[in-house]
């Protein structure tokens, strides 16, 4: 195999593996208007950052309240409400630490706080917790995480559903069909052809890319900054970050 037809598929493979498998989901979609919001998609992130650390489980990355012992700044977003009515909101975290319940947060819906607080499940798993049903009207709607703590509270994505009596799936390859229904996912991997792939985006993959790219005279995408403040007990990950550079 040539060198480029190697790294192509290497590429594609790369790309395919963040996204978790989708099999065969065995469980309906809700009957009633559907409203979903990725939380890394939030217009202001406010103090949460955006974590990339369970890709390869959860298919897409999520917002981390980073504060180190003080709460951070709401992460805002807007939204349509596509009919007047009852909602029912389920919101997608983890209670990181079961015994003590650091990363809490509260949504707010407009002006209106939700009254359960988030995060605090006492299961270390990822899971919908169910934040109950809101009475919403027509049109923009502005969506707020309210940090509570500043020690790594953690949202995935937010649901809003006027059927009410319909529970989110647990499993991850049923995730990944509402991903793509309501959230824009797609799992389909584009197959390009480059010069250079850079596998690693610290210190040694970054000035890589960056000597790769001074050598060439094609365009480049660089490797994505990662910005994950770590907890001093926070197990640590390696993270795998492809800049390619088109040919």
């Given at each position: 195999?040539?060198?480029?037809d ?30 979903w ?12 950052k ?19 012992g ?27 630490a ?7 947060f ?17 299961r270390?798993?990822?899971r ?16 707020r ?49 480059y ?32 910005n ?20």
């Amino acid at each position: 195999m040539r060198r480029r037809d190697f790294l192509k598929s290497a590429g594609a493979a790369a790309g395919a593996a963040a996204l978790p498998s989708l099999g065969r989901a065995h469980y309906d979609l809700p009957s009633g208007k559907v409203i979903w919001l990725e939380a890394e998609q939030f217009d202001d992130r406010g103090g949460w950052k955006v974590d990339t650390q369970a890709m390869d489980r959860m298919g897409a990355p999520f917002l981390l309240a980073a504060g180190t012992g003080e709460p951070v700044e709401d992460a805002v977003t807007t939204a349509q409400v596509p009919e007047a009515g009852t909602y029912r909101l389920w919101v997608r975290t983890r209670d990181w630490a079961p015994q003590h319940h650091p990363g809490c947060f509260r949504v707010a819906l407009d002006d209106r706080r939700v009254e359960h607080v988030f995060g605090r499940s006492g299961r270390f798993d990822w899971r919908w917790e169910d934040g109950g049903s809101v009475r919403l009207k027509a049109g923009e709607l502005e969506v707020r995480l309210q940090d509570l703590t500043g020690y790594f509270g953690r949202c995935d994505a937010l649901m809003l559903t006027t059927d009410l009596g319909w529970k989110p799936p647990a499993q991850t390859a049923e995730i990944a069909r509402l991903r793509r229904e309501y959230g824009g996912v797609s799992a389909d991997v584009e197959n390009k052809t480059y010069d250079v792939v850079v596998t690693g985006g610290g210190l040694a993959g970054c000035t890589a890319a960056v000597a790769a790219r001074a050598a060439s005279s094609t365009s480049a995408s660089l490797p994505a900054s990662v910005n994950r403040p770590k907890a001093p007990t926070a197990r640590t990950s390696i993270k795998v970050m492809l800049a390619a550079f088109s040919a």
